[in-house]
């Protein structure tokens, strides 16, 4: 998962409180228009209302942390040098086997990472 992937998930957890708060703010200045200015049952709503879409928010933000944390920790479990320790920790794969799946996925990773970099090389131009 890249860092990218966490900014979208906490925008979109940002814009929809925004919204929601819009949408309060917007029933409320409208709850004024219609009720006495000098009553204090709409400021007392207002607050009340404000106090739950605060507490909502913090509650999707924890909710959220919690959920990319176990995500991300997911993925990197599943790496695929980590699932070639753990096979070869187990016994599955011999020395050799292991040394040759290793150097096989060194050079398709810089086989990869070469072919990026002269991406990078070629827009930049």
């Known amino acids: 998962m890249s860092h990218l992937d966490d900014w979208y998930g906490e925008i979109t957890v940002v814009a929809l ?3 929601f708060g819009a949408g309060i703010v917007a029933l409320y200045v409208l709850g004024n228009f219609f009720v006495t ?3 204090t049952a709409p400021i007392v709503a207002g607050m009340v209302m404000f106090g739950i879409v605060f507490v909502a928010a913090m509650a999707a ?3 959220y942390s919690d959920t990319t944390d176990s995500e991300e920790e997911a ?3 599943r790496e695929p040098l980590a699932v070639l320790k753990e096979r070869y920790a187990r016994g599955e794969l011999s020395e050799e086997e292991f040394e040759h799946k290793v150097t096989m996925l060194l050079d398709v990773d810089e086989i990869a990472s ?3 970099e002269s991406e990078l090389v070629t827009d930049r131009n």
Do not use: C, I, M, V
Request: negative net charge.
């Open 75 to 77: 993925s990197h479990e």
């Open 37 to 39: 200015l000098t009553a």
């Open 61 to 63: 933000a924890d909710f």
């Open 17 to 19: 409180l925004l919204a």
């Open 114 to 116: 070469e072919k990026y």
